[in-house]
């Protein structure tokens, strides 16, 4: 239900949108290779566990962009109270987000 709910998110095939998604997990890379077969849309893939050579991603802690044209941005260890992988991962995304 869970894959199902996050899928219905996206706006249906053609219509403009920019997204961001994290590529973790199996259900989710194959949701972006899906959408980032849409031409109208802008899918920016985000990872805490893989080194990206095109999107937004965490290596041992540093926030790095690959995506957008730009490195590495912050140090994430630096951030005491947001430790582990969900709060990397909720960091990206609003990093791709903004």
Do not use: C
């Not at 990872?47 to 941005?73: H, M, P, Q, Y």
Request: zero cysteines; proline letters at 3%; glycine letters at 6%.
């Amino acid at each position: 239900g869970y894959v199902e709910a996050k899928a219905n998110i996206f706006r249906p095939e053609g219509e403009s949108q920019n997204i961001a998604i994290v590529i973790d997990d199996t259900e989710s890379l194959k949701m972006y290779e899906t959408l980032k077969q849409d031409s109208a849309k802008v899918v920016v893939p985000v990872s805490t566990t893989i080194a990206l050579s095109n999107g937004i991603f965490v290596r041992d802690g540093i926030l790095t962009d690959t995506f957008f044209g730009k490195e590495r941005i912050l140090d994430l260890k630096t951030l005491p109270s947001l430790k582990g992988q969900h709060n990397w991962q909720n960091i990206a995304l609003a990093y791709a987000a903004l």
